[in-house]
């Protein structure tokens, strides 16, 4: 199996890389077809420069991967993803963002107007989804950068909007979707399940705090009331915090018939801890029992949005005139730093949504004979438990020095020569907890060219 692994990367180098280098731009090869164009839909993993601008510019970023031709510095460290280096291939003219500019924090510097570039081709922007106009990064969803997060759906109608609504037939076009729905939807579970165990939480320590300062008291039953009632008027007050809270149970249970001697520190000192303890579990509990009882609900939007993909590649592309249309599924997302960073039972959810993904895709395009599907879970799923034979070094960590100080944004948009961590990174699997290093980005882009020869495109 190592051996026919080998035997493919070695192929595909030689289809990507003249003389055995890292350098794709093609040689003496003669292309099978001969492409008027390359036009890319999706997100940030195929996006060259939407947000390029403002404060993104300043800091030399603009790109999801390491920005800028570092190959000084390594000659890995290309600053190209791997829509460029297929355009490179291809012996098409470098692909340049079909819109830029940014909505967000015009203080921060990202508020720039949005651009729309004629002759630019890359629709893809980061953070965008299929359907959904609203996706990481977006203001909407309270980030200040204000990515514009298009989605593929209004990238693919403002390219037929300029091309006359019809595609010549004689272009490549490139889609790769589906992270931003999968990371939105697992924030979304998140923050619901978060706001669950908060407020079992919150219900758990009053409750245990109650009980526990009322049963000193002549009427443990009386007192548990009155320290009930005097904790529940804190609660709704606006303002109030758990101390607040708890000092007002404290001063209601001491003045309880027989349980004066609860207003000692020493006393209810434990009580407070217990409560706390208590809190916790039921917190813990309540979140972990909200995300299981809706995790089914993410791995069936994640088929609609395959669904919806399939859609669009019929409907949208091939139905107006593509004829050359790579899809890419996703890739093992449960594998990358941000997979690996969340417990078993989230990484399972992970690969439960991938899988309706990618198999809403295979189901409704396998039979298309206009559409190459690229199984890109398949490699980079072999690249993190197998690195070596693809020249990956780190596939558990990534590459940029995401602290405030060396990285304002805290992503691989940002990233540069200028901010990596010490040490060579330059064969890391990742740059950020998501996105690929320019050399995983070779590695991308040499798979999909051996597939584009095996179907007899390349």
Known sequence: MRHTKLALAAAALAILAGCGGTDPTPGAQILKKQYSAQV???DSLSDVGSYAVGTVAALKGGKFTINGDNTAINPALTGKNWTELMAAQLGLPAPCPAVTGLDGDASKGFSVPQVAHAGCY???????????????????????????????????????????????GDEMVFVMAGGNDVLFNLSALNAAATAAGTAAGGTAYV?????????????????????????????????????SITQVAIGAAAVQPGNSAVASPAVYGPMVTKATADATAAGAKAGADYAAAHGQDLVAAMAQAGNELVALVKNQLIANGANYVTVNNLPDVATTPAGLSKDASTRALINAMVAAFNGALNTGLASEAKVLIVDVFAVSHDQATNPGPYGLTVVNDFACDLSAAKNPL?????????????GDVSHYSFADDVHPTPFNNLLLARYVAEKMVVKGWL
């Open 207 to 243: 409750t245990s705090l109650v009980g526990q300062l009322a049963a000193g008291a002549t009427s443990p039953q009386a007192a548990a009331a009155a320290i009930g009632l005097a904790a529940q008027t804190e609660a709704a007050r606006s303002g109030s915090t758990q101390t």
């Open 122 to 168: 890359g629709y893809a922007t980061g953070g965008s989804r299929v359907t959904n106009p609203v996706g990481p990064g977006n203001k909407l969803a309270g980030s200040a950068l204000g990515a514009l997060t298009i989605p593929v759906a209004t990238q693919i109608a403002n390219h037929l909007k300029i091309a006359g609504g019809k595609f010549k």
């Open 410 to 422: 805290g992503t691989a948009l940002a990233c540069n020569g200028g901010n990596l961590k010490a």
């Open 40 to 42: 890319s839909f999706g």
